[in-house]
């Protein structure tokens, strides 16, 4: 039994040292993840509203330890229980986010990574859900700040890797278009399964 052991441990560890990237390649993922989404501002409270984030990102390698990591996702935002006007309501933004990212991988086999960098985020649509509402002519069409996150990749195949990442974004732009004092801005937090090629 313990021979079996020893041997399935060599194995995946050939297995993932073996799969680590290398200059000039380039690796395609998709994802999909729950997101809790809120907002911040001076003169608002509000709660964390559930949602979901799905997306596909190019990384590119520059070398063994560095990347760049463009992704373009299908974002859930908003937020539960807050003031927008003179009503408390939920509000759901949909956005389509584009960050562009730093890619450190680290660890003996590089399967661990710290992404960071800047995001923009395109409004898609936007609701207060009770009445399903269309508010989008209050919102800004576009939302920016930075995103930042953690994952590890298990290798499943030669070609393949599952991952689990840990990501947040928090937003700088004012999203209130007609903004009459209050800045409100996304802040976001997610985690995202998927797999990278």
Not at 144 to 152: E, N
Not at 178 to 188: A, D, L, P, Q
Request: aromatic share 16%.
């Amino acid at each position: 039994m313990n021979k079996f052991f020893t041997t399935l441990i060599t194995v995946f560890a050939i297995s993932a040292s073996a799969f680590s990237q290398t200059k000039g390649t380039n690796e395609v993922s998709v994802n999909v993840g729950y997101n809790a989404a809120t907002v911040t501002a001076n003169n608002l409270s509000a709660d964390y509203k559930s949602g979901f984030n799905v997306g596909i990102a190019l990384d590119h390698y520059f070398s063994e330890s560095w990347s760049i990591k463009v992704k373009a996702a299908y974002d859930q935002k908003g937020w539960a229980n807050g003031f927008y006007g003179n009503s408390v309501a939920d509000y759901k933004l949909d956005y389509v986010t584009v960050p562009v990212m730093a890619n450190w991988h680290f660890g003996r086999t590089k399967n661990w990574y710290l992404n960071f960098g800047p995001y923009i985020g395109f409004l898609l649509t936007a609701s207060e859900t009770s009445g399903g509402t269309d508010v989008k002519p209050f919102f800004s069409t576009t939302d920016a700040g930075l995103d930042a996150g953690i994952g590890v990749k298990f290798p499943i195949s030669n070609k393949a890797k599952f991952f689990i990442e840990l990501n947040g974004q928090a937003g700088i732009a004012d999203i209130n278009k007609g903004n009459s004092g209050t800045t409100i801005r996304n802040s976001v937090s997610n985690i995202n399964i998927g797999f990278a090629f």
